[in-house]
């Protein structure tokens, strides 16, 4: 792995609208087996403490009980973090599913270069403080929410992209991905692979998600467009991986636990025709936070509340995992959501295994079901019927030996990885995670037993 400099993050995927569906309200259901009884109790406390045990987590503060962490902010700490433009907030946030919302005392920081990511990530190592990673907080889990007392980088002010090659740019990690596209566009290129549906997902959270698209059928997955990644490991060292390395394909589906990206370097397509404004190798431009979205506490939702469960199976299982996600939706029906469209994607291989996504070597895909909950449904029981299809989903996953999309949807934490990937390559990825973020500052709680 060599040295470089700069910065970029990517995202996940978001889904498209659909408006055409009539919403509808059903009674809630009035039981729940033990599994989703654990697994509400997860989803409802584990975000609102990630630096603390589980049953920690079930007592800590929620946003709706406004109530403010017990503990101050170290001094020794903000003597480090504020020469660096950290600054201490108190405020609740959120993520896409507006399950998680918490109130922290925390730092928060909006680095506007490599330099500046380099250093926050130096004194976050030096001070011991567990680092957030929050680009425009595309998904559910409460994984990008920051803890008492954690430093939360947003990345949304990363948004350099520069033409490096005849088919390669560098894009910072704060852009979202659509923004992305339409600038590249004015400028000559394509990039074949964003998320579906509207603005969601930046460069960072697409690329952790290990996001695809519409055109992954015939592009495959981000990663195989992705030439290189450069990223602050948890010694505070700026590092670039290729292709050629083995930690490269660990980063696609890793949920931010190994390093603030800062950078993706992603191939493009190059249309024969002439546009009016060209981008020449070399140069740059900025692609910023549109106006009224630069608010890093709360998620790019739009308003909307959309829940999504995917599969990710090799190619020849994907009926079945369609036909799996149909029982589960058929089966979990009462409640407030309405269900739209089932989708599938078609991932293609072209010599890059990203273990973390798939199972085994070849090509795969992505399956799965979502749905709208509707302006005004009951909280209790939208909650109720959104653990039991998730509950149903890991049960059948696991049965299968088929992998979660953990990095944008509703389960994190050790249990949850452990049981997508198994032993082995759970095992494989700490060992990772161990070697570049030693001290596990990076996400913690998202993946691995809190150290």
């Known amino acids: 792995m060599a040295p470089l400099s700069e910065s970029s993050r990517l995202s996940l995927r978001s889904f498209p609208r659909s408006h055409h569906l009539l919403m509808r309200h059903r009674p809630p259901r009035l039981l729940l087996t033990l599994q989703q009884a654990t697994l509400l109790t997860t989803l409802v406390a584990l975000p609102a403490c990630s630096t603390c045990t589980t049953d920690q987590a079930a007592s800590s503060t929620r946003a709706v009980s406004g109530e403010q962490d017990a503990q101050p902010l170290p001094e020794a700490v903000g003597a480090v973090l504020r020469p660096l433009g950290a600054r201490p907030v108190d405020a609740i946030q959120d993520d896409f599913s507006r399950f998680q919302g918490t109130r922290h005392t925390q730092w928060v920081a909006r680095p ?68 992305l596209r339409e600038a590249l566009q004015i400028h000559t290129l394509l990039l074949p692979v964003i998320n579906d549906g509207g603005r969601g997902p930046t460069v960072g959270g697409f690329l952790s998600a290990g996001g695809f698209g519409a055109a992954s059928p015939e592009h495959g997955g981000i990663w195989e467009l992705t030439t290189a990644i450069e990223f602050v490991d948890g010694h505070g060292e700026l590092r670039m991986v290729g292709r050629q390395d083995e930690l490269f394909r660990w980063f696609f589906g890793s949920a931010g636990q190994l390093g603030l990206i800062v950078a993706a370097r992603l191939r493009v397509l190059v249309p024969d025709e002439a546009r009016a404004a060209p981008l020449d190798v070399g140069a740059c431009v900025q692609v910023p936070t549109p106006p009224g979205e630069e608010r890093w506490d709360v998620s790019a939702n739009e308003g909307e509340r959309l829940f999504w469960w995917t599969v990710l199976t090799p190619a020849g299982d994907a009926e079945d995992a369609r036909q799996a996600l149909a029982l589960v939706q058929a089966s979990h029906s009462e409640g407030p959501l309405v269900f739209l469209q089932a989708y599938h994607y078609h991932l293609p291989s072209f010599g890059l295994h990203p273990p973390l996504l798939l199972a085994q070597p070849g090509d795969g895909a992505a399956v799965g079901v979502w749905a709208m909950a509707p302006p005004g449904a009951p909280e209790e029981a939208l909650r109720r019927q959104v653990v039991g299809i998730e509950a149903a989903v890991a049960q059948r996953s696991a ?30 990825f700490r060992g990772h995670k161990d070697d570049v973020d030693p001290l596990h500052l990076f996400g913690r709680g998202n993946v691995f037993p809190i150290p």
Do not use: F, K
């Open 112 to 179: 506007t270069s490599t330099d500046e990511a380099v250093a926050l990530v130096r004194a976050a190592v030096a001070t011991r403080t567990p680092v957030r990673v929050r680009g425009r907080g595309h998904s559910m889990s409460g994984s990008a929410i920051g803890g008492p007392h954690e430093l939360l980088l947003d990345t949304r002010s990363l948004v350099q992209v520069c033409r490096i090659g005849e088919d390669v740019v560098r894009a910072e990690a704060g852009v979202s991905m659509h923004d």
């Open 399 to 428: 049965e299968r030996g088929w992998r979660r999309y953990l990095g944008a949807e509703l389960s994190r934490g050790a249990e949850a990885y452990r049981r997508s990937l198994g032993d082995d390559v759970w095992n494989t």
